[in-house]
Each structure stands twice: as C-alpha cells, then as structure tokens.
C-alpha cells in the first residue's frame, strides 16, 4: 500500500486505492489501513 502512495505525486482517493490493490487484498483491509495510519499519524 505505501508504495501507491510513493509512485504518486496526487492524493489518492480511498476508492482508488482499493480499485488499485484489490488483488491483492480486500476493501475493508484497505480501510483499515488507512485508518491505522491516520491514527499513528
């Protein structure tokens, strides 16, 4: 996941991501991600 956001220069929209690495994992993963590392900030 966090190489999405390095190979980016633009924000990335939740749906996006999730649209980018469902092969790889599944929505509420990437959600839960997200919201772990907006937590640890």
């Known amino acids: ?3 999405q956001f390095k190979k ?3 924000a990335i ?3 996006e991501l999730v649209d980018r690495l469902k092969e790889k ?3 509420t ?3 839960r ?4 590392l907006e ?3």
């Not at 991600?33 to 772990?36: G, H, K, S, T």
């Open 1 to 3: 996941m966090l190489d």
């Open 8 to 10: 980016s220069n633009h």
């Open 13 to 15: 929209a939740a749906v």
């Open 25 to 27: 994992v599944n929505k």
């Open 29 to 31: 993963t990437v959600y």
């Open 33 to 36: 991600a997200l919201e772990r």
């Open 39 to 41: 937590d640890d900030g």
